[in-house]
């Protein structure tokens, strides 16, 4: 079965920190995609990457950037952490660039920001 | 532009009792449904999924959703509820247009009632 790998459970940083949020999948996917969920609102996609060094805008990107060194890890980065965004923070992977396909997620890290 | 609404973000019903959870969707094109769910402390996994085959889509657990183009819905259903069914329901619409991309609604929290 499709694994997802997040890092961490729990991250509890500092305003101002550098934060990075790792994520790794085991199937050799191509698409990697991170999103943060916060109660009422859903899931928001911050950034997405189809292949290695690529990556792409999400919905949400202010306060984020993203790194696709190797295929399968995807990692996300708080350039200087602020107390909005403590959230939950979900990885995904699927496969290729069907339009129908379906996303393995992670099960996410809770950052607070203190 | 696609978009997602998912009428009432609290559901609750008695163990045994019809589950019906609202989904309505806005896309230009014909779109890919999705509906995902999401047990205390973990990522999403997917319920089911349209992608133009039949109109109704049976899924895992028993659940089942009808695409209904005219009314531009996708509702989720199960004839009889389970303890086990609690949890937070996503629905979420992808196009050809966005890759892959999915846009996911706001969420549903189904609490079961013994």
Redesign the interface.
């Given at each position: 079965d499709v694994k997802?790998t997040q890092s961490s459970r729990y991250l509890v940083k500092r305003t101002g920190e550098k934060v990075f949020l790792e994520c790794v999948q085991d199937m050799d996917h191509e698409?990697m995609?991170w999103?943060r969920q916060d109660p009422?609102?859903?899931?928001?996609?911050i950034y997405?990457s189809?292949d290695v060094k690529m990556k792409e805008k999400?919905d949400i990107p202010e306060g984020y950037s993203v790194s696709r060194e190797k295929k399968e890890r995807f990692s996300l980065i708080l350039e200087s952490a602020s107390t909005n965004q403590t959230s939950m923070y979900?990885c995904?992977s699927?496969l290729?660039?069907?339009?129908?396909?379906?996303?393995f997620?992670?099960?996410?890290t809770q950052l607070s920001v203190l | 532009a696609q978009s997602v609404t998912q009428l009432g973000s609290h559901v609750s019903v008695s163990e045994g009792a019809l589950v019906l959870l609202r989904c309505n969707y806005s896309s230009s094109v014909p779109p890919y449904l999705f509906w995902y769910v999401q047990y205390p402390n973990q990522g999403l996994q997917l319920l089911l999924k349209y992608t133009s085959a039949a109109t109704l889509v049976k899924g895992i657990n028993g659940f089942e959703a009808e695409f209904k183009k005219s009314e531009t819905s996708f509702h989720l259903t199960k004839p009889s509820a389970h303890m086990s069914d609690a949890a937070e329901y996503f629905c979420a619409v992808s196009e050809s247009s966005t890759l892959g991309r999915l846009y996911f609604g706001r969420g549903t929290q189904l609490t079961v009632w013994p």
């Open positions: 997802v698409n995609f999103y009422g609102l859903g899931l928001r996609l997405f189809y999400g979900l995904a699927s290729g660039q069907a339009f129908n396909e379906k996303l997620f992670g099960s996410g | -």
